[in-house]
């Protein structure tokens, strides 16, 4: 299958650690992009490759990958981070996850 | 730094083609796949498809019927046209740099795949 199953909400505690996962056939040989997303912006690319993050990205966001679960972690969460989290993969086709949306309580 | 501006008509009617374009400044263009990504209201992302510089094209297969990606390599653009929209059709469009790499490990490669910058996204709209 080419498809990859995000949970639809989590949320997490200001200054906590939360965890995204990105569920799919494909992250066995791809490794898993991240994209946050604000309400009316753009996606921004917060993690790419193996565990990399571009330039401005805060150090708290980290990627890691184990089989077919790709997982996005924010350590210490800010009420800034909260927003719409995509996954992303290329296996047969190019695919997105369905998207988590994270609340900062 | 490479930015992604692009354009085109907002409102359409069903049956029509829509038709963006994407201007890529500051950087390469050879060397990257160039996208078209899709989000309706409300909801998650979509591919649509992409090309490179040699106009080489991927699309989506839910949407290949429909699709023409095509490059303009004078003027470093990539433009989308959409044929036969419906009320479905009705999305924020963006523009993406796609990048492509491997991983060469002993125990077999990864590959990875990541889509920035983006463009400021277009939203059209199809109603009658």
Wanted: glycine share 10%.
């Amino acid at each position: 299958s080419s498809e990859l199953t995000q949970d639809p909400a989590v949320s997490v505690a200001l200054g906590q650690t939360v965890r995204i996962t990105c569920q799919g056939d494909s992250l066995r040989s791809y490794y898993a992009s991240w994209y946050q997303q604000k309400p009316g912006q753009a996606p921004v690319l917060v993690i790419y490759g193996k565990n990399n993050r571009p330039s401005g990205i805060p150090d708290r966001f980290s990627g890691s990958s184990s089989g077919n679960t790709a997982s996005l972690t924010i350590t210490g969460a800010q009420a800034e981070d909260e927003a719409d989290y995509y996954c992303n993969s290329r296996g047969q086709r190019v695919v997105f996850g369905g998207g988590t949306k994270l609340t900062v309580l | 730094q490479v930015q992604l501006q692009q354009w085109g008509a907002g409102l359409l009617k069903p049956s029509e083609t829509l038709s963006l374009t994407c201007a890529v400044y500051g950087g390469s263009f050879s060397g990257y796949y160039w996208s078209w990504i899709r989000q309706p209201p409300g909801k998650g992302l979509e591919w649509i498809g992409e090309i490179n510089h040699s106009g080489s094209t991927n699309y989506n297969p839910s949407l290949k019927s429909r699709v023409t990606i095509s490059v303009d390599t004078s003027k470093n653009q990539f433009s989308l046209k959409l044929s036969s929209v419906t009320a479905a059709d009705t999305a924020v469009y963006y523009c993406a740099r796609v990048v492509i790499r491997i991983y060469y490990y002993g125990s077999g490669n990864v590959w990875s795949n990541w889509f920035d910058p983006w463009g400021q996204g277009t939203l059209v709209t199809v109603s009658s």
